[in-house]
């Protein structure tokens, strides 16, 4: 056996595996750092320096309303500034975008996702490990910024993947299924004249987000954003008829949710065939279980967020091995299978034969 800091016993063959310990200097600043990230996503900074890299403090205030407090405002740049994201210029009164904070624009749908939209579920994960509460009574997570930090990923560092995956996709009529705002669905078929699209969620303001993201996207002759359960038979026979056209299924990062029950997961894709009678092609994404998540010398962004988040709801996660065992239950064949952005992340195109 090992000790490590004079009282942790561990098994000699493990000692040295974990990553290095987390400091706690690393372990507070972060997650000031982190609440830091999406509060100026949520005031719009980050577009605004994505566009520009300098960026008037004072005209931007102005520009935002009476309401903004610019004092504040300051001392939330000059924390980002602390971080390197930014340098202060004019003493102050404007900033200049560096490259890490160009990083942190290309990444920011992790806070959108982690502060924005898991706030609650981190932040009374005691209480629920205590059966004080319970999630989705008690302890919620926000949706909408769940469903907006996967669309900000999804534009940053997945699309190139997904399209270059798609071009080999024929459609006429495509499915998104756990839309979220809508984004993804909007942008494929934008880029496929004479297709239509659906975004399916069960979110509702997941759902109104998505009729704004398609109305901007001019895309509301082709596209419907649709509130709805496809596995749930009493929620998808209100749509049957348009489910029924669909040729083409994807979902993206959702599927661990609808493999949570242990009684149904055996049949949630035969399920999920049925939702889509006319369906051929399965384009489908989730993150997985990280095969080596107890000994890993390394501690990737996001798996821990989202092994930790999923714990604390009550939902497993599975293997790359199990999705493949259930989709061959299903009668999905794997045409191709590809690394899909997120960390111990896989987009699979399946054949339903």
């Not at 202060?88 to 975008?97: E, P, T, W, Y």
């Not at 004479?194 to 997941?206: E, F, H, V, Y």
């Not at 501690?299 to 199990?322: D, I, R, Y």
């Amino acid at each position: 056996m090992t000790l490590i800091q004079d009282h942790t016993t561990v098994p000699a063959d493990w000692a040295g595996a974990a990553p290095a310990p987390v400091g706690v200097d690393q372990a507070y600043n972060g997650y000031v750092a982190a609440t830091v990230i999406n509060a100026l996503d949520r005031l719009g900074i980050w577009e605004r320096l994505a566009r520009t890299p300098l960026l008037d403090l004072r005209a931007y205030a102005a520009e935002a309303g009476p309401g903004v407090r610019e004092r504040m405002l300051r001392e939330l740049v000059r924390a980002a500034a602390t971080c390197g994201w930014v340098r202060l210029q004019d003493d102050g009164a404007s900033v200049l975008l560096t490259s890490a904070g160009a990083e942190v624009i290309r990444m920011r749908g992790y806070f959108t996702w982690g502060v924005g939209g898991y706030h609650d579920v981190f932040g009374q994960a005691h209480q629920l490990v205590s059966g004080q509460a319970d999630f989705g009574t008690g302890v919620l997570r926000d949706e909408a910024m769940v469903a907006l930090g996967s669309g900000q990923n999804d534009r940053s560092f997945m699309a190139g993947t997904l399209d270059a995956v798609l071009a080999d996709v024929d459609f006429s009529v495509l499915a998104d299924l756990g839309s979220g705002i809508s984004a993804r669905v909007s942008r494929v078929v934008g880029q496929r004249p004479g297709t239509k699209g659906l975004g399916l969620d069960i979110s509702g303001p997941a759902t109104e987000l998505g009729h704004r993201t398609i109305a901007d996207a001019g895309l509301s002759d082709r596209v419907q954003a649709i509130r709805t359960d496809v596995l749930d038979v009493c929620h998808r026979d209100a749509h049957r008829d348009k489910l029924a056209e669909v040729d083409t299924v994807m979902s993206f990062f959702l599927l661990h949710d609808l493999l949570a029950d242990p009684e149904t997961r055996p049949h949630t894709f035969t399920r999920l065939r049925e939702a889509f009678p006319s369906a051929t092609t399965f384009v489908l994404a989730d993150t997985m279980l990280r095969p080596d998540a107890e000994d890993s010398e390394t501690l990737p962004v996001f798996s821990l967020g989202f092994e930790l988040a999923h714990a604390l709801m009550g939902v497993p996660l599975h293997t790359k091995e199990t999705y493949e065992e259930l989709f061959a239950a299903a009668g999905l064949v794997p045409r191709r299978t590809v690394a899909f952005g997120t960390p111990h992340s896989w987009l699979y195109v399946l054949e339903a034969r």
